[in-house]
């Protein structure tokens, strides 16, 4: 029987450390630590993910900041912004949700970031960090994606050892996903769209995190009998609807796909995560932890065991 891997279940538990060590802090130091979220423009899907870091922030007891600013927004007035955040004792954390329009340098607005507040992972500092193998602010959906792969593994074992291939190069998920995984002892292989021989690949992997941001790529007979399987992705598709062409006015369906064709893959997989519902919840809690623990490292305060 494939085992569905709860990313809500597994978050919700992780935000409960986030709330009792938040806790800790205010009563040892009275200081509850503070998320500082940089909007550009009107994306829905940008704004959705806002809306939840804000309301998760709160809920674990933090403080939410967020700075909503417009669409044609000047690069240097985005820039200015994050600096006042660096120079913000109040604020611990600062994430600027991607993706920003494409006329702004992503690379340059990040690397204004002090890696201190670098809750993202995304800096230049940070990622080298990771690459090197020393401590640091981890980027949070791969941070996920190996505490949802743990949490399949049968008691007792371990990743260590374990081939996995991760589709994708990004450097929000892909790269700093092999880094992790490498921590873990497993044996790293990263595979992409080009990649000849992608299927093979797959198959030969005990964990495949799958982050290439197309809809149902993966295919079924990909997967190894009993490997588990992380799905990165969130497309929205449309849904096939046998009546779309008597009314053309209708409004088209959609809904949310990984990058896995899950109802083929759970008939291999030992364990595999839904989309929505498996990834998507951790990268937010991983984020409320980071920001728990740039406070920390800030300010010498002692991190509250849980974390
Ligand atoms: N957009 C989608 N995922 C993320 C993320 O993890 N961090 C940021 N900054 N933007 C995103």
């Known amino acids: 029987m494939t085992n569905l891997i709860d990313g809500k279940i ?71 912004l994050i600096k006042n955040l660096n120079g913000d004792d109040s604020v611990d954390g600062i994430l600027v949700q991607l993706p920003l329009p494409g006329r702004i340098d992503t690379d340059r607005v990040i690397g204004v970031i002090d890696p201190a ?38 008691d ?51 964990i495949l995190v799958a982050a290439v941001g197309r809809p149902l790529m993966i295919k079924g007979d990909w997967i190894k009998k009993g ?18 062409h008597d009314n053309p006015k209708a409004k088209r369906k959609t809904k949310l796909v990984g990058d896995v064709d899950f109802a083929a893959a759970v008939k291999h997989a030992a364990a595999i ?3 929505p519902g498996g990834v998507g919840p951790m990268t937010i809690a991983c984020l409320l932890r980071n920001t728990v623990l740039a406070a920390c490292a800030r300010r010498n305060m002692t991190m509250p065991d849980k974390l």
């Open 10 to 80: 597994i978050a919700a538990s992780l935000r409960a450390d986030v709330t009792e060590a938040v806790n800790t802090l205010k009563s040892a130091y009275n200081y509850a630590p503070t998320l500082a979220v940089v909007l550009v423009g009107d994306d829905p899907a940008s704004q959705v993910y806002v809306r939840s870091k804000h309301k998760f922030t709160k809920e674990a007891g933090m403080g939410s900041l967020e700075h909503q600013l417009p669409e044609d927004v000047s690069e240097q007035t985005l820039i200015d």
């Open 117 to 154: 507040k670098d809750v993202d992972g995304l800096t230049e500092i940070s990622a080298g960090r990771l690459s090197l193998g020393r401590g640091g602010l981890r980027p949070c959906t791969p941070e996920g994606c190996v505490i949802l792969a743990k949490s399949a593994l049968a």
């Open 156 to 206: 007792g074992d371990s990743l260590s050892g374990k081939h996995c291939v991760i589709v994708g190069r990004s450097i929000l998920v892909g790269k700093p996903a092999a880094f992790l995984f490498l921590e873990q002892n497993c044996t790293v292989t990263i595979a992409h769209s080009r990649t000849k021989n992608l299927a093979d690949i797959c198959r030969s992997a005990d």
């Open 227 to 244: 490997a588990i399987v992380i799905d990165v992705g969130i497309n929205r598709v449309a849904i096939d609807q046998h009546n779309k």
């Open 273 to 275: 995560t839904p989309v």
